[in-house]
Each structure stands twice: as C-alpha cells, then as structure tokens.
C-alpha cells in the first residue's frame, strides 16, 4: 500500500518541500522548533515514544506503533510477509491469543476498522487504536496491546494457514481497472527500482507456498525497539502514560543477530521515458507528463517558505486552468497541473490532461501555452494577492480552531516526524511563521518555479487510451514538435478577469421574527419569520470557528413528468455553470477567495435544499450566498454546453466499466424497472432544456415559506437576528406547503437471484439485498442497527474468520422514511467465483441461526459498548448536532427525542434482537446478484 505523502498543516500541501531552489530573498535560515507541549524520548533499547495530553475528542487517546519495517525489507522469499506480519498482530498475540484481540477491544466500545486498524507501506507499518479512556482499565488494556503487537505476536501454524486465503481474497479484491494500470505505470514512475517487485500485497506464489518459518524470521529480525516508536495523544496524565511506556517497552530487546536497516531509495535516472497503457475500462485518451526530483525534509524556516510558495504557484496555475475549461468550447475534458509528490521519495512537476475525442494535440497545446505563458509572461500582482489571501486566511481558520485538533491529527503527525526525522512545531509557531514568511514571498519567486516544468531532468510522459480507441496516438516525436512549436507561437500577457466588487445585497427589506420558541432539554431556539420560514438555531461552544446551515423543503424530483424529469435531475449542476447576480462560477471564486465559506444546493427525489458552512467571520457572506442562490441564478449557455458535452462523452463509455453494468441491473431489478430509475443515457441527455432545468431549480427554490433552515456552531442566536432577518427573512415566499409526492415505484417483492457476467477479472461480487417495509420510528431504526452490526459480526466470523473466503464482507443498512418508510440490508462480499454459491448459502446459515438463537450476550454487550462509545465520542461537537438535528427535522422526528437513541440502545434485549432477526430478515425476499467473469 503506497500511502500519501502528508504535511504538519494538513490543511495544505505546502510543507511537501520538492529539492527545487526557489529564489526568496535571502534571510537568516533558522530551525523549525518542535512543539513543548510533547514529551518525547529514547529509552536505552532505542524505542521513541511521544506523548501529548489533548481533549479532542473528550476522554479518549489515540495510540499508535510505528514500525520502520516495509515490504522493502523482505527477502525474495517473503514477499507479502511484512502485510502478512500486520495481519497476523490481530490473530493472535502474548496477553491475547486467538482472535480474542479484537473481540477486547470491541467489548470497550472499539469498532474494528474505525477505531482499530493498520497499515503496511514500502518503509513502515502502523498500527492505530482509538479507545476510550474513562477508566484505568482501558488505557492500561490499549498500552498493552501496543505491548503486544511491538514484541508478543504469536505466530501459530494454524492461524497462519487460515490467514493465506485472507490475504489472497485480499489480493484478489484490488483485482481491477486500477491495478492493471498501476501494474504499467509503477515501473515507469519508480523508475524500475526494488520498490516495483516489493509492492506490499505480495505474490500469490509467495502467499501460498511460504514456511511460516521465514513469517517468523521477518517479525524477529525487524520488529525491535530501535525501529519503533510509541505515540500516545488524548486526555490522561502524561506522568503515568510515560511510567507506562517505560514499564512495558522497557524489556523490548534488539536481537543479537538484528540486520542493518538498509535504505532503498528510487534513483534518478535523469532520462526522460514515453510510454503508451491501453486498457478495455479506460474511458478516453488522457496524458500524464511527471517531472521528479528528490523530496527534501522541512527542517527549516527557509523550507517553510519554499513551501509556501509552491503552494501559493499552484493555486494560481490551478486558477489559470479553470479559467480554460470556463471557455465555451474548452480544449479538454479535464486538466490539472502543479508542482507535488509523484512516488515514494520523489516529487515534482506534474501534468495530467484527459482529452476530447480528436482533441489530443488542441488539447496538449493549449496547456502548454498556459505554462509557456506564465513562463515568458509570469502571473499578475492581484493573481498571487489572491493566492496570499488565500492562504493567509487558511492558516487563520487553523489557528482559531487550535483547540479542537483531533488527537488522532496530532499523532499523525508525530508518527509522520519519527519516519521523516522531521521537527514539528507548534501551532502558535506555526501561525507566526507562517504570517512572517508570506510576507516574504514575490511574485519573482513563485515565477521562477515554472522553470521546473522544462528542466528537471527525470521525466516520464505516459498516454493513457481505451484498449479499442482507434484514434492515432502521437508518438514521442510529436509531442516534442508540439511542444516546440507552442514555445515558438506568439504569447501574449493573461488578461485578469474584471474582478467583481461584491455580492449584491438583497433589495427587499429585511423579515422579522413573529415567533419564538425554545426547547430548552436541548439547547435549541426555533424561530418562525415573516417569510414563513422556519429556522432551527443550535448553538455549540466546542467548535471555536464553525457555522453550518441547511436547508430543505419537500418537493424535489418527484413533483416532475417524464418530460421534465431529467432536466429536475440535472437543475442544480446545469444552474451551477451560471453562477450568481451575473458572476460566473470563476469571478465568484475570485471574490470569495480568503473566505471561508462553502455552499451546496440538492434537488433529491422528495425534497430540495442546500448545505453550506463558514468561519464566524465569514458568516454574513455565506447568507449573501444563501440569498442569492434562492434569487439570483440564471443561464450560462456557453459553460453548460461544455458541461453536457463532457457528461456525455462519459456516458457513451459507460458501460465499459463492469462494476457500472452490474450495479444498472441491481436498480432495475429492485426498482421494477421503473423510468425514473433508469440510468441515464445518451439520447435522454440531449433531449434535455438547459432553460427548462434553471426554470425548474428556480421553481424548486421560490418559497422559503416551505423550508426549514438548520443553523449549528460557534454562535448565540442573538448576535446573528439581524442577519438572519435579512438574509432570509427577506427570501420570497409563495406560502404553498407541498406534500410528498409518491413517485408510483413498486419495489422488488419476491426472492431472485440474478448473474451478470460481465466481470474482466477472476473475481466475483456477490450483493445480497434483503428490503422490506417498516414503520420508520427511532426505536426501530435502533434494532435495525443492531441487527446491522451483529450480522457484521456473524458474517466476518463466518465468511472470513472460518472459510478464509473473502477479505471484507460488509453488511450495510439503507432506510428512507419516504414517500413510506422502507429499508434495505445490503450484504456485499468478493470471492472466488467458483464458491460464491457456497458463500451465499452460508450467509443464508447465519441468518436462519441469529433467528433461531438470537445474539449471544458477547455480541449484544459488544454492539451496545460500540454505540454508546461512538455517541460520547461524538455528542456535543458541532458536526454530532447537525446532523443527528438534520436527520430528526428531514424525517418528522420530535426533537427533543434527538439523545434518545441511548434510551433506545438500553431496551435492546436478546429476545428483541431474535425477534427483529424474523421481522426484519428471514421472513423477507432475498434477491441475490453476482457480478461474474465474462
């Protein structure tokens, strides 16, 4: 598994520092400190640990044990086995043999992939473990586990054996357009070093023929304490954490006979390679071009400011490139260009184009005269006053929200600084530094990073194309003519766009308040206004810097004929392309650009509505917006047919995709095949009104006396009245309350089972749905979890604890309360085509015994542990209330039954749950679909 290349900011990418000189003005170069608030040490075996007290989220720590041990470090004969390794640390260890890890952890509230899980790279593995720290118990139960998977990993034959078929389900699972590509590509990119024939999942000789022995060999030579670091961040006392560290690491031992760790860096070849992929699932002809040098550590405030200024360079190029797709018959499909990470070790100047059909050269050229133009010409003053602005105010989010860095963000960190020998400073330096070096940064200098496009010397262009595309692809000759003759052409300066003075305010005059009432049991303020508009107001005080709104009113898709129907569907992307007060999608970037503010309209089947967010200081704009997208919207012809254009070209190649074809035929089945279900082709698309969809979003946002506003986050209702009052309050209203509509579709009612053979790969997918009707009540919805995560437990027990078949069966859950409230248990898994039957039928076993016999007290303690663990651990942020307020205001639920979902969880019984398993499983139609091998 390659991981991304992560930074200490994480909201930007600018700490990625590439080896590229870039001429700031020259400054004393100083050290970037690490942040005091970490206690950090050696103990005398050589194991690191760092440790941090942090309240985010409350009474919970984030452990994690970072390995400097990948697949780079396997024997020709092991190949697989530091991914087997990571496997086998949840089999079995020391204090917890047989599987009876995961179940501990599961019983202290764990869920196992969200709270508990790892991964294997070329040059490390890590393992994660979220718990809850309300007690000594856990945390004394987490360090322990830490313990284990560093030094007490049992390696038993058995438990071995049945892992094989995991790890091979596994592989077979990424089996895929992706991977064949990758399988091309990666050498390129990797420039043919040892990284191309030790890629984590291994071989599949390797998997099923090593001797354990050499599994065991792996684990003893490298997992030693010189190569391990312990991170510990959340709410304890760090005096008794590090006591802890020192008790239980302290004993780790390096092995006598331990191996040199050896580095396998990528080497630069400093030659430029020209490569064609064909592949039946690529849809059109795309380029890659990369340029890769060396990526260099932050250690520095010169570093820092590096960064910065690449990053402040690609969001200006970024911009320049929108600015092309904006153009009423844009060059391609789809572009992007910037300097960044490549692969393991390298970064650089990247390109990446997707081409219109007979658009290859057009296409090319265009972007390369983008770049030539920068080259010979530069970016303007108010280009990189926007990207400064831009960044300056990202940074200033960041610092505001200080106090509510998650703990798993800052162990992340620690752990990224032990792998890279990096510092990492605080956030108060940080913010200072950051302030500091932007000021330092010209135009000259993010100028001068342009050169990187046509001077590094390791290149690798890499055409992309169907594997039956019979356009004529350009050879490498070519491309270089192209190029040249680019340079050649007459260039001239980039003309700014006029840049908008502001949003419009509203010209009717400001609503009122003509009720208020308040839910006190919850917090919450609801406010009826003049318009009719019924606002729901949650104010949190977790959240420094954060506001969120929606809205929704029924109505949506189903209000609409089958000659309207597709143009409803595609209103809110087709009214997008023309922006807003006559500012089209890019001069409102531009004049957005600093704030933090974010805005989504939806028309669904039932209903219509918005989600947006901003800072506090932001929170004016984000209801100018708000206002202006129920008022102010129109028609862009030009940018809506570039829009149509390329749906379309995506949907002549749709069915190129299996997975596409397979999942057609599941809606259909289940959907009856009826019209509004179907999917959408190419002859409905262009028989679409791009008029009649912006008349219809306008229709669908006329009566704000029809929607339910939701605002949650850092506010008192007081300090926001007047703007509220303005912002909607003054909205338009029409007083018509619509109903829902019922759209007339039958859902499947009888069992069926369906084959699609469209599969290119030696794999099958098996999706069994299992639907039915319900009353749609909160206590139900709880039961159905319930039963959700237990069947999970059921089924990961069966399929892949016993028959090693498959390597991540999931079982999911649907449930929509309209037009009547419905549901829908989806259980998916991949396997070998040949037991997918066999597997179908064990599913059927597992069902047919949870009915007879109910849960087992384990599983029942274990699903209520994981859900009053995930609700404390969420309860109270900002994000928690929205939503769960959302959730309750959409389906008609009385809000102060918002926190009865632990009431609920407290009625749970095993009779219940057995009782459930009939009502809602076994006596329902199953319908059986498989996605097999051509």
Same mark, same amino acid.
């Given at each position: ?368 005269? =983008? ?323 912006? =008349? ?239």
């Amino acid at each position: 598994m390659k991981l991304p290349l992560k930074n200490i900011l994480q909201f930007s990418c600018f700490l990625l520092i590439i080896g590229i000189a870039v001429a700031c003005k020259e400054t004393k170069v100083n050290p970037l400190p690490s942040d005091t608030a970490v206690r950090t040490g050696v103990l005398p075996n050589g194991l690191t640990y760092y440790i941090r007290k942090n309240a985010e989220p409350r009474q919970q720590a984030y452990l994690m044990l970072v390995n400097k041990v990948g697949s780079l470090l396997e024997t020709d004969d092991q190949r697989g086995l530091a991914h087997f390794t990571e496997h086998m640390a949840f089999k079995g260890t020391k204090n917890f043999p047989k599987n009876s890890l995961v179940d501990a952890l599961q019983k202290m509230g764990v869920r196992f992939g969200a709270d508990l899980n790892a991964y294997t790279a070329f040059d490390q593995t890590v393992y994660k473990l979220d718990i809850p720290v309300n007690d000594t118990a856990s945390l004394n139960r987490g360090m322990q586990i830490l313990r284990d998977w560093a030094g007490g990993v049992e390696m038993v034959n058995e438990d071995i054996e049945s892992e094989r078929g995991v790890i091979l389900e596994e592989k077979r699972q990424r089996k895929g357009a992706g991977e064949r590509i990758s399988e091309k590509t990666l050498p390129i990119l990797l420039n043919n070093s040892r990284h191309v024939q030790r890629l984590p999942i291994g071989t599949e000789e390797v998997l099923k023929t090593f001797n354990p022995d050499l599994l065991r060999k792996f684990y003893h030579n490298w997992y030693r304490p010189d190569l391990q670091a312990i991170v510990v961040v959340g709410e304890f006392d760090l005096d008794v954490v590090e006591a802890q560290i020192k008790q239980l690491f302290g004993d780790l031992v390096k092995p006598a006979d331990a191996p040199a760790l050896p580095e396998y860096p990528v080497a630069l070849t400093g030659k430029k390679t020209f490569n064609i992929v064909r592949d039946e699932e690529i849809k059109t002809v795309s380029l890659q071009w990369y340029g890769k040098e060396k990526i260099a550590p932050m250690l520095t405030d010169k570093d820092l400011r590096n960064g910065m200024t690449i990053q402040l360079f690609n969001d200006m190029l970024a911009r320049r490139i929108v600015h092309l797709q904006r153009q009423s018959d844009p060059p391609f499909l789809q572009a992007s260009a910037g300097i960044g990470p490549v692969t393991e070790g390298l970064g650089g100047p990247t390109v990446q184009i997707s081409f219109l059909p007979g658009g290859i050269e057009r296409g090319y050229k265009a972007l390369m005269t =983008e770049l030539y133009r920068i080259k010979k010409h530069g970016f303007t003053d108010e280009e990189l006053k926007r990207a400064k602005v831009a960044l300056g105010e990202a940074q200033n989010n960041r610092y505001n929200n200080r106090e509510k860095i998650s703990s798993e963000a800052y162990a992340n960190q620690y752990a990224q600084a032990f792998m890279q020998k990096t510092p990492y400073p605080s956030e108060e330096f940080l913010n200072k530094s950051i302030r500091e070096q932007l000021g330092l940064i010209t135009l000259d200098d993010a100028d001068k990073l342009i050169e990187t496009f046509f001077t590094t010397p390791d290149q690798d262009i890499i055409i992309l194309a169907p594997a039956d595309s019979k356009e004529a692809l350009p050879a490498e000759a070519e491309i270089k003519k192209w190029m040249e003759a680019t340079e050649d052409s007459k260039i001239e300066k980039y003309k700014e766009p006029e840049a908008a003075s502001g949003l419009p305010a509203p010209a009717a005059k400001p609503g009122s308040i003509v009720e208020a009432k308040q839910l006190d049991e919850i917090g919450v303020t609801e406010w009826t206004l003049s318009n009719g508009a019924r606002v729901i107001l949650k104010p949190t005080s977790n959240q420094e810097d954060k506001i969120l709104i929606n809205a929704f009113s029924f109505g949506g898709t189903a209000l609409y004929n089958q000659q309207d129907y597709d143009a409803a569907s595609l209103a809110v992307p087709i009214t997008l392309q023309g922006g807003v007060a006559g500012l089209d999608p890019e001069a409102l970037s531009q004049l957005l650009a600093g704030k933090m503010v974010q805005y989504q309209p939806f028309i669904s089947d039932y209903s219509e509505g918005f989600s947006a967010g901003s800072s506090k200081k932001d929170f004016e704009t984000c209801l100018k917006l708000i206002h202006l997208y129920f008022t102010k919207t129109g028609l862009n012809e030009s940018a809506v047919t570039g829009m149509l254009r390329n749906t379309r070209l995506e949907l002549e190649k749709r069915n190129q995709v299996p997975g596409n074809i397979f999942m057609d035929s599941v809606n259909t089945f289940m959907t009856a095949g009826h019209w509004r279900k179907q999917p959408m082709t190419v002859q409905r698309l262009d028989a679409v009104k791009p008029a009649r969809a912006v =008349e219809i979003y306008k229709e669908r946002f006329a009566d704000a006396a029809d929607f339910t506003f939701l605002i949650t986050g850092s506010y008192q209702p007081d300090s926001i009245k007047v703007l509220v009052e303005q912002y909607i309050g003054s909205l338009p209203a029409l007083n018509k309350k619509e109903a829902i509509v019922d759209m007339g579709i039958h859902f499947a009612d009888q069992s069926r089972t369906i084959m699609v053979k469209q599969e290119l790969e030696n794999k099958a997918t098996v999706q069994i749905v299992i639907p039915g009707a319900y009353k749609g009540t909160p206590w139900e919805n709880v039961q159905l979890n319930a039963l959700r995560t237990i069947l999970q437990y059921r089924i990961t027990e069966a399929l892949r604890t016993k028959e090693s078949a498959t390597y991540t069966p999931s079982v999911n859950l649907q449930k929509s309360n309209y037009p009547s409230p419905r549901y829908g248990f989806v259980i998916s898994f991949t396997c070998d085509p040949l037991r997918a039957k066999a597997l179908t039928a064990e599913v059927r076993s597992v069902l047919a015994q949870l009915a007879q016999q109910g849960p087992t007290d384990d599983e029942l303690g274990k699903f209520v542990a994981e859900s009053r663990a995930s609700i404390a651990k969420m309860s109270g942020t900002t994000d928690y209330w929205h939503s769960v307020l959302f959730a309750s205001l959409q389906n008609g639920y009385d809000l102060n039954e918002v926190n009865s979902v632990e009431k609920y969880i407290g009625m749970l019984s095993k009779d219940r749950i057995k009782a459930g398993t009939n009502e809602f499983l076994t006596k329902k139609p199953f319908m059986d679909f498989y996605l097999l091998p051509k």
